[in-house]
């Protein structure tokens, strides 16, 4: 088999991480298929500024902002998926609900370019799960690829293949990362939450329960786990707050359900307080509050 060239991507959801990747695609002057519910509400302006925003602190740009609009395309799943047959590879970036991201699937699935290579962008759900309903051919094309927030200064992407993906589908997408996107890879595997969210989340979550056992604020915290340490953006509830608050509860609850009998990975629910926020909408950067309001 040939290596895959990936001309033209589509992004299923226009959230933080969608947007964001297919900032990074146009970067890369890959063509970008942006698919979202919000498109369905007349939206595709909106949605397209919001992933044309991401692009604006660049400098040099690496050709002009104005020719960046002209590599992007807003997309509605009601009257755009048979386009989806244009796309060398489709990247799924909705909420993390397992529900969810299968009734859409079934929904993708016919419309999929037969050489198209499927990745799911999920922080930790099971890609072998993910992939139940597809057909065997479509089970060797499917594959996790996991993008950190935010995707264009963080430069891992962790490929996580099932037993059934293709080496090939595998070989394709790592050489697509480091070659089109200057990233470098982890091949993971499909374990809840994959390596640096089986780590990350977990350090996260002992800061916190340590947090409130000793009553201390989130901002001393912060400059605790952040500033103190020479790493200011990646403090532990300023964190919290840019990946999503709804989100975060997500990848926490993957590792509570999954881990049971993990001495370590079990031992922390969602917090309290982060359950009260997300109860509130308070869903952190992209609601304009989470632990910090939006300056
Ligand atoms: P988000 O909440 O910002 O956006 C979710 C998107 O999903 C929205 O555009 C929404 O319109 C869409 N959506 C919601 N329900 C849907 C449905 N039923 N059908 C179709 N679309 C639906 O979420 P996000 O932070 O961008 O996360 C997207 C995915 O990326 C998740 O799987 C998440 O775990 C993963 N991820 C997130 C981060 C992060 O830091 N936020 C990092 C890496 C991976």
């Known amino acids: 088999m040939s290596n895959l060239v990936i001309r033209k991507v589509a992004v299923l959801g226009a959230g933080v991480m969608g947007a964001q990747i297919a900032a990074h695609l146009i970067n890369a002057k890959v063509p970008v298929m942006l698919f979202d519910l919000a498109a369905k509400e007349g939206d595709a302006n909106g949605i397209v500024n919001k992933a044309l925003a ?19 395309q807003a997309a509605n799943y009601e009257t755009d998926l048979a386009k989806l047959g244009e796309c060398d590879l489709v990247i799924e970036a909705i909420a993390e609900r397992m529900d969810w991201k299968h009734a859409l699937y079934a929904k993708v699935a016919p419309h999929l370019a037969p050489h198209a290579i499927f990745a799911s962008n999920t ?47 595998l070989d394709d997408l790592e050489t697509f990362a480091t070659t089109t996107l200057g990233k470098g890879v982890v091949r993971a595997k499909d374990t809840p939450n ?8 977990f350090s996260i ?5 340590e947090a409130e056992k000793f009553g201390l604020s989130f901002d001393v915290v912060d400059d605790l786990t952040g500033a103190k340490l020479g790493r200011a953006k990646s403090a532990t509830f300023r ?45 952190g950067q992209k609601s304009g509050a989470g632990f910090y309001k939006k300056e």
């Open 239 to 283: 964190t919290a707050d840019v990946v999503g608050l709804d989100t975060m509860a997500h990848v926490i609850k993957t590792m509570d359900d999954n881990l049971k009998d993990d001495p370590f990975a079990s031992v922390y629910p969602v917090p309290t307080v982060l359950k009260g926020l997300v109860e509130k909408g308070a869903l």
């Open 54 to 72: 991401g692009l604006k602190k660049l400098s040099p740009a690496p050709f002009g902002n104005a020719a960046h609009g002209a590599f992007i």
């Open 194 to 201: 994959f390596i640096a969210n089986r780590v990350g989340v």
């Open 123 to 169: 922080s930790g759900l099971s890609i072998t799960e993910l992939s139940n309903g597809f057909s065997d051919e479509l089970k060797k094309r499917f594959c996790g690829v996991h993008f950190f927030n935010p995707p264009r200064y963080m430069h891992l992407v962790e490929l996580i293949p099932t037993a059934t993906t293709d080496a090939q589908t």
């Open 205 to 209: 979550l002992a800061v916190m329960a």
